[in-house]
């Protein structure tokens, strides 16, 4: 049985291919405006449901993932940077405080059609970061395609003390609960 | 000034570079016994040191870090597995059990002679490693020069549910301690 992995995130297809299956890309295009009044969890929740509906659809034959991952503060949700001057805001907001990074993940198997859904809590502690520090930061490729505007993986690496929790989750798909819900499904072949 | 890592550590060679000085790196070649009755934190700190006293005798001019990671289970020490029996047994005793990765850094500057030292903690949860896992897992390259014969950054990700502390440290190099550190020297310069 075919796998799919419906998002365009690199890293998460380096972590998914951790687990051994083998599995194609197909990136959904979804509309990520987040409802009135809605929480974060059922945010990133809804995003990797519609992101794996989306391709589910068009792979009736195929297992398919979807997954999105957002940085909260305080309750508010942030997302991909859409800007230098949106980087510059989150990487403030964020700088000396404690955020959490939500990754949600959902699968849809052929002929179920109800995702399974599950999100991941990881707590990180970011240091207080100096005025030069954001902006050399800012100068890199790194912060502008991440939730939060920042890379646990790569150089924002240095900002972050301590983390309460999963790594792979922060990184965008939280391996060890995937790989458990994966090993439930009949007819994956490894790679 | 020169800035030195002694380290033959590919991990710990990218990890520095994200703190953005320039640096070379030149191999200490120490012996890596336990002495009797040594504790684990005092053992990784002496290798530490003992690497960075072994590089800055050469090289009087310039700044060194030594750095060195073990692996502690129960207050026994696991440091790279010797070959493939090793890492199965190490693997085996980390199975379903939490352990600390201890990682410690030494600094020597022109002129002190006396490094400074710390060491950083990180608590590592691992999942029940079934059979087929453990076998999968020692079939490739990653386990065999690592403390504990895992890398958190790689394959063996899937197995760790959770950690405590820093992540930078489990992989080799604590850096937000280690820029602490860095930045009180003088006469540093950016790459």
Request: hydrophobic letters at 40%; aromatic letters at 8%; one cysteine or more.
């Amino acid at each position: 049985m075919k796998l799919i992995l419906a998002s365009a995130s690199p890293r998460r297809k380096e972590l998914l291919s951790y687990i051994g299956y083998e599995f194609e890309i197909q990136v959904a295009d979804i509309n990520e405006e987040v409802f009135l009044n809605e929480d974060p969890v059922t945010y990133v929740k809804r995003m990797s449901q519609e992101k794996c509906q989306t391709i589910a659809r068009n792979f009736t034959d195929a297992v398919v993932i979807g997954a999105d991952t957002i940085v909260v503060l305080e309750g508010d949700i942030l997302g991909k940077p859409i800007d230098k001057k949106d980087a510059e805001k989150m990487l403030r907001a964020l700088s000396g405080r404690v955020h959490q990074v939500y990754s949600a993940f959902s699968i849809i198997t052929p002929g179920s059609g109800i995702p399974r859904t599950r999100s991941v809590c990881t707590e990180v502690f970011f240091k207080e970061l100096h005025e030069d520090e954001i902006h050399t930061y800012l100068e890199i490729d790194e912060p502008y395609d991440k939730a939060g505007a920042y890379a646990i993986q790569g150089v924002a690496s240095k900002f972050i003390p301590e983390i309460h929790g999963s790594v792979t989750n922060v990184i965008g798909l939280p391996l060890f609960e995937l790989e458990e819900e994966l090993k439930t499904i009949e007819g994956l072949f490894h790679g």
